[in-house]
């Protein structure tokens, strides 16, 4: 069955920490995206980055990085110098065949805290 | 700007009423989705739709209903049937099916039954 697994419930850093978000997957596919999404206290969801079953490169976007690994089927998203205006909900998510298109599955969310 | 508005944003409901909450979006896309957010649980799918006049089942679809009479509007209505219906709601859409297409949300609204 299809998976995602946000063990981080709330992470509480000070600002200028780097703090990582984990997220591990499962699926039987071997076609499969990623996705991480951010929820600040807006509401909306907000996409972050997406990544396919067959690339694995990691991916850094300012202060935002991606470590994708198939072997422990994690997609881990590290934020380096943290800002307050980082503080959100982050949601890590699986699109697979199984699931088709229409079927994203998401994790349960991870609450990050960035006290100034 | 395009984009997708949900409304209300706070709602209010005394047991036995059903309540309707509005999507609607502009950015020309064919799918769109209602999605149930509870503390703790992540997102779960309660409808979705692919294109007009047709919509499916999700995971949580029971004391749900919705429609798709219009290509960009996606209403979605909270039966008394929903057994615990106080949730925050969300609309996405995306320009279709792909597995790897991202989805695009609304501000959500938050529904609490009194």
């Known amino acids: 069955a299809q998976k995602v697994t946000q063990a981080q419930t709330e992470i509480s850093v000070v600002e200028k920490e780097d703090v990582t978000l984990d997220c591990v997957y499962e699926t039987r596919d071997t076609t499969y995206y990623l996705f991480w999404y951010k929820q600040p206290p807006s509401g909306e969801l907000v996409f972050l980055i997406r990544r396919n079953s067959f690339d694995e490169q990691n991916e850094i976007s300012g202060r935002y990085s991606w470590n994708f690994q198939k072997s422990t089927s994690s997609f881990n998203f590290t934020i380096t110098a943290s800002q307050v205006v980082d503080s959100a909900v982050y949601f890590c998510a699986l699109s697979d065949d199984n699931t088709g298109g229409f079927k994203t599955i998401f994790g349960a969310g991870t609450r990050l805290f960035v006290k100034a | 700007d395009g984009g997708i508005t949900q409304s209300p944003k ?44 047709d919509f499916q089942k999700g995971d949580i679809a029971e004391g749900y209903s919705v429609s798709r009479e219009k290509k960009e509007s996606f209403p979605l209505t909270v039966t008394s049937a929903q057994k615990n219906p106080t949730a925050f709601y969300l609309c996405a859409s995306s320009s279709s099916g792909d597995l790897a297409g991202e989805l695009f949300f609304g501000e959500g609204s938050r529904l609490t039954v009194l």
């Open chain 2, 10 to 53: 706070y709602l209010f409901r005394k047991e036995g009423q059903n309540v309707t909450l509005s999507c609607e979006q502009n950015l020309n896309h064919d799918a769109m989705y209602w999605y149930r957010q509870d503390p703790g649980q992540g997102l779960r799918l309660i409808y979705y739709s692919q294109i007009v006049n």
